[in-house]
Each structure stands twice: as structure tokens, then as C-alpha cells.
């Protein structure tokens, strides 16, 4: 029988991404609480790459693995205890895997001085000839990143994680039933058409095959849909790591680890995820001399909470640490001019400002924030998800940071109008209400952006004509959209109202990725293209704008 060895080795190293995660989560789990269950999984997950490893016919592999084996296996028979010391150099084994594994790019796995460095530790511990590694050849420096590939190709494990996804057996089955049933409508619709049925017999054919292809969409939508669980523990080994770098103790905690989410959203949260997780430690969390004189457990916590939400997603990252400092905030906020007077401020404003760029309330810098990056990435990537990012703060109890993400980025529900001869879509979620542009607003067509005051509330707007039509003539009657967003209410002004409809996405090129107000594009039922517009951006740009003339 032929074996081919490629697709094994594409087998490999999308189960080498999961062992690792669950190594370094049940290495880190370890060190907190030692329990004799979570060491035999972790045996068994380094006996599961050595078989691999063996199948694949990777020999430095199998021999580096077999030396964590001789290890791990002094720990579960209690030769040696369960420190801070050993969990490192364990830690420090998997990163030497996981660099291995990168090596599959270039074709060839082989052994490095720091591969044999690593293995020569873990010996010595075994024997006991060590009680802590040796400062020549530290057990927690991280070893190289994987050799890199050519430019503009994706490493092979993230190309290969990127194309493959695993899916049961019944929606397989369901989904190939239903191609079957499409096929049968599309045949009988056809053979209608042919044979001159009445219009009423036409229409219930067709109504049939949308039907089965609605649910076939569903279907395939629910394929996609991985829990966040994997996602939420590969934070584990980061946490702990800058934690100890910072001389902070950080117990990080999951909740709604089965909440499923697209797997195309998944791929895209992890950074956001990971700037919150790294600023909560840097900035939020109390070393413990500080927690213990403030009456806190020495331990902080620090937990990532998924739930669904009004028919999306809800993450939230929330600490336990000093909470913002909101006098800082005020300050940094009339240093960049924000605002003239920000103590005047709600607090969701104010506190919002943390997302803009170069924004950061850190007086000295550190290995990973400080230059106001971080959080303005967050807002931009979030953004980009058609989410929606939003925090609270109580001083002196810590911050809670919120994502809300729709369930999809595939299919949006939209609300599509016009400008001129185009069609934009705004998302259907952001839409508080539609109403008729007031006589007053109208004689102002001139004016790109204003304020309108409905039923006592001032709502800033700005006209779609002068962003995307400035050429064209505006009607008699415009119409406005009041798009509802967590930082204030801004009006879209349009020239018509096209009503519902449910519009699949599709990405902007790269040379339009930059299109300032759009976060998509769509093709509706005649052929045209209807960009989809970014509600959150326009909001900001209405403020800006108002902010501009109020200086």
C-alpha cells in the first residue's frame, strides 16, 4: 500500500499546534496546583509526538522526545518534585519542539546546539545531578523562530492550519443530501421552464431550491464554527511567562471556553486578545507586596470570558488589578488635544481614549507597551471584524475590556441605501432608527457634516454624498440613518432607503484595504457593487469633524 507521507506530515503538524497548547496549559497548571492527573497528561501527550514523530519518520524528533519522556517520567513516579525551575525547562522543551516542527518548512529536522543544550538539562535533572539549570544555558530562553519561508508565503504549520479544518462525519452527510435535493429543484425548475409551466408552479420551484440552498448556507456556516477554547489556552504559557517577568503572580482563568465563533474570526481575535492580555499584566495587575498591602490576594486573576450575545459573540478580558487611572487619562487626553475639557466627560468616553493611537498613560517604557500602540491595534483589528470594543473601569478593583463580535464574517445582515447611483450597506445591528431629513438640515446641502437635534438629543451627522458622490446633485428629499454605536449616535444622510437584505461579504482588494469609512464589499442580485460601510469609523469622523470647527 502507498503511504503519502506529505499529507501525514500535514496531519503532524496541525496535531503538534494542539499538543503543544495543551502541554504548555497543563505545564503551567502544574506549577500552580502539582496534581498527579495533569502530569499523566502531559506524558501522554509527549508519548503521542514521540508515536507520531515515529510515523512520520522524523528520528531527531522521536530523540528529542524520548529524553522529555525519561523526564516526565521521574516526575510522575515522585523522584523528583514539581518547581518552578523544572516547569521552566519543560516549558523550554516544548518551545525546542515547536521549533522543530518549524524546520518541516525547509524540508529537513535536525538536532541544534540548543536543541542538544535543552536535552543535556533535562538529563541532568533527570539524574538528579541538578536541583536548578544552569545559568550558562537557561532553561527559559526561548529558542530561535522557525527558519522563514520565501517572501510571500505563510510558513507551512500556519499555511496548513490556515486550509484545514476538521468537521463530522453527519454534516458531511447532511451537506451531500442537500446538494443531491438542490440538483433534483434545479432539474424539475428546468424542466418547467421548458415546458411552458404557469408562473404560480414557477415561482413554488424556485421557492423549493431557495429553501435548500438556505439551509445548505446554514449548514455550511455552522461547519466553520470552532469553540474558543483552543484559542483562549494558548494565552496560558504567555501569561505566566510575563508574569514572572514582572514579578507578578497571574492565575488565568476561562469561562465560555465552548462558545463557538466563525473560524475565520478566531484566526483574527487572537492578536486583539493578546494585547489585552499583556497590557492587563504590565499596567493593571499589582505586584504582590502591593496587592497584600491593599487587602488582596497575593494571586491576581486574570479571566477570559466568551458568551453569546444579543446573536454575536461577547469576549471580555477582565483583571483584578488597580483599575485606570482616570486622572492620568484626563491629562494625557488635553496633552494630544481630545478634548478641551475631558473631566466634563462621561466615563465610557474618557475611558474610550485609551483605544486612539499613541495614546498610553505609562511613564516609562517596557519591553512590550508603553508607546500607545497596543490598545489603538486592538480598536483597529476589532474594527476590521465588524466588532465593536468597549471598556469599564472601578478604581482600585480593575478593568474589564469588552469585544463584541458577530457570529460570522461571511454574512451580514444589512441595511442597504443609496447615494447618487450607488448602493452601501450599513450593518442592520448598528441601525437605531431612520428618519426624514428635517427642512432646517436641508437647506444646508452645501454643509458636509453638522448637527441635528432629535427630540432633545444632539446627533452629529455627516452626508455620504460629500464622502463618496461630492459631484452629484443631492434630491429634493434626503433621507438619515441613525447608526447606534457604544461611544454616541451619528446620522448618515442618504439620498434612499433600499430596505433589508442579507448580503455576503466579500474582501476589498489589497490596493482599497485603506479606504477610509469602508470595511467591505458586497454584490448584489443585478451585478453592482455595494461597499459596506464601517459605522464605528463614521462615527469618529463625525466627531472629529465636530471637534475641528468647535476649536
Known amino acids: 500500500m502507498d503511504i503519502d507521507r ?30 498527579p492527573e495533569r502530569l499523566r497528561t502531559i506524558f501522554r501527550a509527549a508519548h503521542t509526538l514521540k508515536g507520531n514523530a515515529t510515523c ?20 510522575h513516579t515522585g523522584e ?72 510571500g508565503r505563510k510558513p507551512l504549520a500556519e499555511e496548513e492550519r490556515a486550509r484545514n479544518l476538521r468537521v463530522g462525519i453527519n454534516k458531511l452527510d447532511r451537506m451531500v443530501d442537500l446538494i443531491g435535493e438542490l440538483s433534483i429543484a434545479q432539474g424539475k425548475l428546468t424542466a418547467m421552464l421548458e415546458g411552458d409551466r404557469p408562473r404560480e408552479q414557477l415561482v413554488e420551484a424556485s421557492r423549493d431550491g431557495e429553501r435548500l ?3 445548505l448556507q446554514e449548514l455550511v456556516m455552522n461547519v466553520r464554527m470552532v469553540p474558543l477554547g483552543p484559542t483562549f489556552r494558548q494565552f496560558v504559557r504567555t501569561a505566566r511567562d510575563l508574569a514572572a517577568s514582572r514579578g507578578k503572580l497571574v492565575e488565568l482563568v476561562f469561562e465560555g471556553e465552548d462558545v463557538e465563533m466563525d473560524t475565520a474570526l478566531v484566526e483574527n481575535v487572537r492578536d486583539p486578545l493578546l494585547h489585552m492580555i499583556r497590557n492587563a499584566i504590565d499596567h493593571g495587575i499589582e505586584t504582590p507586596d502591593i496587592r497584600r498591602v491593599r487587602g488582596k490576594p497575593e494571586l491576581s486573576q486574570l479571566k477570559l470570558r466568551a458568551a453569546h450575545d444579543a446573536g454575536g459573540i461577547l469576549l471580555e478580558v477582565i483583571d483584578d488589578g488597580a483599575g485606570l487611572n482616570k486622572e492620568r487619562i ?66 482600585g478593583h480593575g478593568v474589564t475590556i469588552s469585544l463584541r463580535l458577530p457570529l460570522t464574517f461571511a454574512i451580514i445582515d444589512g441595511f442597504l441605501v443609496g447615494v447618487g447611483e450607488e448602493t452601501y450597506v450599513v450593518p442592520l445591528e448598528a441601525v437605531h432608527e431612520c428618519i426624514e431629513l428635517p427642512e432646517s438640515a436641508r437647506a444646508r446641502t452645501g454643509e458636509r457634516d453638522g448637527v441635528l437635534n432629535l427630540r432633545g438629543e444632539p446627533i452629529p451627522y455627516l452626508r455620504l454624498r460629500h464622502l463618496f458622490s461630492p459631484d452629484t446633485q443631492a434630491p429634493a428629499r434626503e433621507s438619515m440613518v441613525i447608526v447606534q454605536h457604544p461611544q454616541g449616535k451619528v446620522g448618515l444622510v442618504v439620498d434612499t432607503l433600499h430596505g433589508e437584505r442579507q448580503t455576503v461579504i466579500k474582501p476589498l482588494g489589497t490596493l482599497f484595504r485603506e479606504l477610509p469609512c469602508i470595511s467591505g464589499a458586497s454584490i448584489l442580485g443585478n451585478g453592482r457593487i455595494a461597499l459596506i460601510l464601517d459605522d464605528a469609523a463614521l462615527l469618529r469622523e463625525a466627531t472629529r469633524s465636530r471637534r475641528s470647527a468647535a476649536s
Not at 495543551?22 to 505545564?27: A, P, S, T, Y
Open 6 to 35: 506529505d499529507e501525514l506530515l500535514k496531519v503532524f503538524i496541525l496535531e503538534c499546534d494542539e499538543v503543544f497548547a495543551l502541554m504548555e496549559e497543563q505545564l503551567v497548571g502544574l506549577e500552580q496546583q502539582p496534581d
Open 56 to 75: 512520520v519518520e522524523l528520528p531527531a524528533f522521536v530523540e528529542f522526545t524520548h529524553e522529555l519522556e525519561d523526564l516526565l517520567e521521574r516526575l
Open 80 to 151: 523528583l518534585a514539581v518547581s518552578h525551575e523544572l516547569v521552566s525547562l519543560l516549558l523550554s522543551a516544548v518551545d525546542a519542539m515547536r521549533e522543530l516542527r518549524g524546520q518541516l518548512a525547509m524540508g529537513q529536522v535536525e538536532l541544534t546546539a540548543q536543541h542538544r543544550a535543552v536535552m543535556a538539562l533535562m538529563t541532568r535533572w533527570a539524574r538528579k545531578e541538578l536541583t536548578a539549570p544552569a545559568p550558562a544555558a537557561s532553561a527559559t530562553e526561548t529558542p530561535p523562530p522557525p527558519p522563514s519561508e520565501p517572501p
Open 213 to 215: 440552498l438556505r439551509e
Open 330 to 395: 484626563i491629562e494625557r487626553a488635553r496633552e494630544l488635544g481630545l478634548a478641551r475639557e475631558p473631566e466634563s466627560l462621561p466615563e465610557a468616553e474618557l475611558f474610550s481614549f485609551i483605544f486612539e493611537p499613541g495614546f498610553s498613560t505609562a511613564r516609562e517604557l517596557t519591553a512590550t507597551s508603553g508607546r500607545g500602540v497596543g490598545m489603538d491595534v486592538v480598536r483597529h483589528n476589532v474594527e476590521a471584524l465588524r466588532g465593536k470594543v468597549s471598556v469599564q473601569s472601578r478604581e
